[in-house]
């Protein structure tokens, strides 16, 4: 109940509290709801201005890293972002408050994005990095294309150029992504959380919208500068952005509704499941009462020392975790977005770009960056998410229709399943076209790409297949963590929702360094230091696809019998507060 909140929680003075017949659900909300809204798609500019094209700033001069390394730093990246994110929820609910944590995280996020404009400046990338690497000489037998090399040759492999600068900026912003993203979603929900299940929902479809919103201007905009007119002024305007969303954030202080740190679940989760595991078998009480469950052991109740309430909050934690679980492909498919996906892009033809132009003349040639089509994905949601949420999901609504969240995660799942199919087709033809009528020269930034001459038109499909994924799964995914989670547990629960996130991306990482094993082969083309003509991606791509498709069958499994679990759990209370 709203009278009922916390005694130390603050309330903005410009929400009355009255309430009309029939309000608005963000009315007295709307001043903190757009201050969270705008940190955020200023935020997401400044994401997606370090992600976007750092697949071609690492490619290009004089960094020159082979496609393999190139894709695996944004995967990386992601992955640390993500994985950081319970430590995030952790340090604000045990010690600093949403509101803090999330304003202190910023900062730190800011000194990560300055490495960027500093990489990216001569005179300042030489002291940072010292003088460019020469590259090793390559035997005979690394260069032939018609066979791998014998087991007695090594092909040597020139270190990243500037890779500890790169990973240390990569670093802190990851560190601040990461932190940010796992309380600033709560937070945002917490301003209309006594609004009621609907607010909540409305509110994270609109969060979402203002995210894409945020990546459309970034890719817009900052991915244009950064291929065609300079690297360094293109993450300059990134890093202005997150100062003027770190500059909105605490201007909003005035009109959030914030709260103090009241420790932390994850202090309390771990206690409860050490001792319910490393404690004996639990007591059978006098009680009548349903079989005990392991973690049973630990309540009061059962001889434990946690309370019931505290001990049934850990017990729903552990079955929400097999949906996050199931989510790890998806998310692995999902960052091929900005990584392979665009290593693909730049081995397509890319209007603008003219076989056998001399560098004068791109110059002048308007260039259609590469990093455009991740617009597909970012414009179709902006498109989406009003048509749900105004037309689609209250007819649903009314006709008793809508799915449950678990229901639409399974959608997204099998839409980013054929995504990754149809980037595996594609690239199939690529090759094709590659082997029989070769290749033709299109420089990006400072590369020379020895591209198929295949439009790179052809890639919208997997783009909008991505895009209509996220719509079902990711947005799904988010009100899922939220609203299954006890509501102590919330920060907790969407700390884990991106560190599950953060997995898969490390799988796709991972996956991409065993491909790339001389043993397997298909990532490992060492002949033009960046291009994947002598790769074979697509079976990549394919295998990705059939690793999300076993995961769909076992998510609808897993997605029906948790829905009966929690209607089951729902028809019982009512008989409770009868007794």
Sequence with gaps: MAENGDANESTPLLDSGSRPPTPSVFKGRRLACAAVLLAESLERIAFYGITSNL????????????????SQAPLMFMGVTYLISPFGGWLADAYFGKFFTIASSLVLYFIGMMFFPFISNEDTRTQLCGEEMAFPVQPAECLSTNSTPPSNVTCPIRSP????????????????????????????ADQVKDRGPEATRRFFNWFYWCINLGAILSLGGVAYIQQN?????????????????????????????TKPADGSAFTSMFQILGFAFCSQKPKEPNLLRNKPTLLDNAKETYGGKFPEEKVEEVKSLVKILPVFFALVPYWTVYFQMQTTYVLQSLHLRIPGSTPNSTAGSFQTAFRFPAAWLTMFDAVLILMLIPLKDKVVDPILKRRGLLPSSLKRIAVGMFFVMCSAVAAGILETKRL???KTNGTIEQTLGSVIYYAADLPIWWQVPQYVLIGISEVFASIAGLEFAYSAAPKSMQSAIMGLFFFFSGIGSFVGSGLLAIVSLKQIGWMSSHKDFG?????????????????????????????VKYDKQRSRAGSKRPSRASL
Excluded: M
Aim: proline residues 4%; hydrophobic residues 50%.
């Design 55 to 70: 697949v071609l700033f690492l490619n290009g001069r004089p960094f020159n890293w082979e496609g393999t390394q190139a």
């Design 161 to 188: 150029y500037c890779g500890p600068a790169v990973y240390s900026g990569l670093f802190l912003i990851a560190l601040g992504v990461g932190t940010v993203k796992s309380n600033i979603t709560p937070f945002g």
């Design 229 to 257: 007119v300079s690297f360094e002024l293109g993450y300059i305007i990134p890093t202005v952005c997150l100062g003027v969303s770190f500059v909105v954030f605490l201007l909003g202080r005035t009109v959030f509704i």
């Design 432 to 434: 094709e076209i590659v």
């Design 531 to 559: 291009n994947i003509n002598d790769c074979s991606l697509h079976y990549y791509f394919f295998l990705l696809a059939a690793i999300q498709g076993v995961t769909l069958l076992v998510f609808i499994i897993v997605s």
